[in-house]
């Protein structure tokens, strides 16, 4: 190679290294047209497709690479990533099955072989205690191989968040945090598994320290809000079930004995005390992260339409008929109020999130 050749292949290093890839290919390209027959421009030209999510022009220039050095894992790794990421994973898997055999010390190829299986597992939509095993056993080995890199245990934790397997995930999750406190990606999937879990307060804190991070980090709102909105579909649910026996008391305060008033406050204090509390776990998450959400269209209304479920049943089980039979008017304005809200929210929230993706991209 001259030294031309060379000088070319330190700007592709140093384009890649910031990032800037389509600047990279232009220059590589001319590179490997000039020297067909060296494997560094078509691993480099593998790269910059993989990277730029152009995944045959990847998958040929990784073959074409291994048909010059078959020996080149790098290679490899690329090939494998491009036909996982082309929904091939039974063919990545057997690639990487082939990385794990060469390089079994390397725990990057146990990482991908348990993606690959992963993908293979969720697409046949059948719980295989067999195949989770498999994938329990290559991300344990990974993680054992790679004890002090934290993208490697956030990475497990992602595969075992898909997998439902949460305190496994929630594990891979801290360790990846206590090596690197600011990990974007262990901080959305912490949050992520908290809002699984109805841990209002640590969805909410995580995701909040993840936008204190950046500002623009990929799905951190939407987690935040996927959180809130679980314990408010809670709030629907227990208003519905109290509901008819709210109705049932409603009768019983017509009577002027003391008896059934007291049995009337006691049942529809106690069938709408689960509403209440949902409600006041959302009400009294951190200040900061009700501001933020509050900027979102519709969070306002919808939660003014949850606030109101319980104080709708409160109206329906005390107050005397008729008047208390205008709790169920509002018991249903509530509910048509917050889900109109909430369809607001998710639509700005997509728009904002396909907004940050594009200027990323720029």
Not at 235 to 251: D, Q
Not at 253 to 280: F, I, Q
Not at 317 to 344: C, E, F, K, M, S
């Amino acid at each position: 190679m001259t030294e031309e050749g060379a000088e070319s292949l330190r700007r592709v290093h140093m384009l890649v290294g910031t990032g800037r890839y389509g600047q990279a290919l232009a220059e590589i390209d001319p590179f490997v047209g000039r020297h067909p027959g060296l494997s560094a421009g078509w691993r480099l030209k593998a790269f910059c497709h993989l990277a730029l999510h152009q995944l045959p022009d990847s998958y040929e220039a990784a073959r074409q690479c291994l048909r010059i050095d078959p020996d080149d894992t790098a290679a490899l790794n690329m090939l494998g990533q491009s036909l996982l990421l082309g929904g091939r994973a039974d063919e990545a898997l057997r690639v990487f099955n082939d990385l794990v055999a060469r390089k079994p010390e390397e725990g990057v190829g146990h990482l991908l072989a348990a993606e690959a299986l992963t993908r293979l597992h969720l697409s046949m939509g059948v719980h295989n205690p067999r195949s989770l095993n498999t994938i329990h056993e290559a991300l344990t080995r990974a993680g054992t191989l790679d004890a002090d890199r934290a993208s490697a245990h956030s990475q497990a934790g992602d595969m075992y968040r898909e997998l439902n397997l949460l305190s496994h995930a929630e594990a891979a999750y801290r360790r990846a945090l206590e090596l690197e406190p600011q990990h974007e990606g262990a901080l959305r999937g912490l949050s992520a598994v908290d809002a699984l879990r109805g841990r209002l307060r640590g969805a909410a804190a995580h995701s909040a320290l993840l936008m204190s991070l950046n500002p623009r980090a990929r799905g951190a709102a939407r987690i935040m809000y996927t959180g809130i909105a679980r314990t408010g579909l809670r709030v629907n649910r227990h208003s519905v079930l109290a509901a008819p026996f709210a109705l049932l008391t409603g009768a019983l305060t017509t009577s002027d004995d003391l008896g059934p008033l007291l049995l009337a406050l006691v049942v529809t204090l106690s069938v709408t005390a689960p509403s209440v509390w949902h409600v006041a776990r959302i009400v009294t998450i951190p200040a900061n992260v009700r501001r933020y959400m509050r900027g979102f269209d519709g969070f306002t209304g919808w939660m003014t339409g949850l606030v109101l479920m319980p104080a709708s049943l409160l109206l329906l089980g005390l107050v005397p008929d008729p008047w208390g039979l205008y709790g169920l008017a509002l018991l249903l304005a509530a509910y048509l109020w917050q889900r109109h809200g909430r369809n607001l929210v998710w639509a700005d929230l997509l728009a904002r999130e396909a907004a940050n993706e594009r200027s990323a991209a720029r």
